[in-house]
């Protein structure tokens, strides 16, 4: 008795089992009893099986002499097969039901897991038949300088995703806009008297730097300064720059024969200067004219009193680098006006630029009509018909114009958590590319990175730009088209953007490697793209407001937009001071600080003295009201 194998030995090894069932079994009843009543389905079945068990064996172990008899081993095995067979369809729900819980729970855990968001973004980065993501490839961890705040965004979008969207999202707020309408291609009482302009001075010629829109501006000062003079405009060549390193001509990118045709009754307009004074040295003569030659935003009488003399002396005059030299204030009606049509009217892109931007448009919306007056006057024929009943279906989209490239955080001074591998890497690019301003911060007084943060001098990054999406109400799904070049920081810093908006694309997501081909190369061209996907969108989202694409969009949607073309703008000053409160504020409080500064941003407001008639055309030169 008490050997291995005896029946005794049996008894101890049942009777410590018994013992943890016994817990168990204790645990469970305690825990039901609570919730008042009988155990559930499955625990009731288990919670059965034991006792049955139990009963057996302490009728089995009672005496020590009684052994099992073939009889006894029947007989249990009957009432086994009896039990199952009668509790099997128990059986089977309890185990369907359980699966069935869990795969709700682990598909719920996929919607609004951050990390399983993130997968899925760059998954779906490589389809070219959906809506395009971008790609992750930094390795590196995520910069994230507003952790709390985003976590609070992220839940506050997933209780938002089954709820009613406010199409305010997607509306101006203020009805006042759509009582401006444009006017700018009217030609005036005074011109129509004056008759067909002569060229009365000489010739002008225009060697127009920087990108797409700085040239566009540079475009539409010179045909006011040609108008101011009483001269005849040679078409603008661009210059060549390291920076863009593209070789676009205006013909590349503008309609020239629909420029001309358009400012015929304005201004002398050439395609090439006569032959006779093509052999001018005019360097020579003192005829170029560079940004030394004049302030940066020059007075008529600044050229009246500098230009026209050489003008008049030699017969031409070249700008150098021409760019933002021409005020806004004062201005004679007649040459504001004048640039409005130039800018609003006189600028049409190239069908090659026409047709690739209305197919980037048509991706993103998923239907093939054009929807409003600004995608006539961008796209031309390419979108035939204005369809309204388009505009209430679910292809909707926000362009956002992200400017966080390398070049502006590197200029702005600022820091952007990336410690002290950032601070090296942006105090190199601007000893290779900034050594004007290191010298000229030699010189004045220096503000540290957090005073410039206050002063609203920092560009948004893609983190804040998604605090401020989620904080006015953009639901995790809304269709974002990303404008601009590379982000400084690449995935690593797109991440929570990302994350809260996987529904990001960018035209090289959404045309493909042959049809972006003609483009590539031309900074330019690719920037016209941007510009046509940023001015038809729904809603437009500006992260800088010195930026000229995001300045010249936003005017192009006021002008054209008859009230119906949002644009968001947040002041960076404002922000930095709401972010500056991220560890304590709580999301109620953020969403209305958010959704007060950008209203105040989106009222009405007739253009103030100095400001860029180009962003702000509500004025009389420009728009009539009615």
Known sequence: ???????????????????????KEHEFRSLDMQHGGDPPLGRRLSGGDYNWDKVVLSKGLKNDSVKFTPFKGVHVGKRQMWWLHRHIRSIVFTILLMGFLFLLDSLVCFIFDPAMLQ??????????TKVGMIEKTEKEGPVKLHERLLNLAAASL??????????????????????????ADKTSPQVVRAGKPRNITGYILISANGGLNQQRVAVCNAVAVASLLNATLVIPKFLY????????????????????????????????????LKLLDVEAAGSLITDADLSKEATPDEYIKKILPLLLRNRVVHFLGYGNRLGFDPLPYELQRLRCKCNFHALKFVPKIQKRGSLLVRRIRRYDFARSTLDKQLLGNLMPRVDHSAAEGPSKYLALHLRFEIDMVAYSLCEFGGGETERRELQTYRQVHFPLLLERLKESKSYSPEELRRMGKCPLTPEEAALVLAGLGFKHGTYIYLAGSDIYGGQS?????????????????????????????????????????????????????????????????????????????????????????????????????????IDEGQRVQVRGFGRSIYRHPRCKECMCRH
Not at 119 to 128: A, M
Request: charged share 25%; hydrophobic share 35%; net charge positive.
């Open 241 to 276: 720059s390291n920076v863009w390193k593209d070789p676009s001509q205006f013909g590349d990118i503008y309609q020239e024969d629909y420029f001309l045709d358009m400012l015929k009754d304005e201004v002398n307009i050439i395609k090439e200067l006569p032959p006779n």
């Open 1 to 23: 008795m008490g050997k291995k194998g005896s029946p005794r030995g049996r008894r101890v090894e049942n009777q410590e089992l018994d013992v943890s069932f016994g817990v």
């Open 158 to 183: 997933a209780e938002r995703e089954f709820k009613q969207e406010s199409s305010k999202l997607w509306e101006e707020p203020y009805p006042q806009a759509s009582s401006w309408k444009p006017c």
């Open 119 to 128: 997968n899925n973004f760059s998954l779906q980065g490589s389809s070219k």
């Open 493 to 597: 810093r797109m991440q929570a953007l990302t994350t809260l908006y996987p529904n990001l694309v960018t035209k090289e997501n959404l045309l493909s490697p042959s049809e972006l081909a003609p483009f590539r190369n031309f900074s330019s061209q690719l920037a016209a793209l941007d510009f046509i996907a940023c001015a038809t969108s729904d809603v437009f989202a500006i992260t800088d407001s010195g930026s000229q694409l995001s300045s010249l969009v936003s005017g192009f949607r006021t002008y054209y937009g008859g009230g119906h073309a949002p644009t968001l703008r947040p002041s960076k000053k404002r922000l930095a001071a709401i972010l500056s409160r991220n560890k304590t504020i709580g999301w109620n409080s953020f969403e209305e600080k958010i959704r007060k500064m």
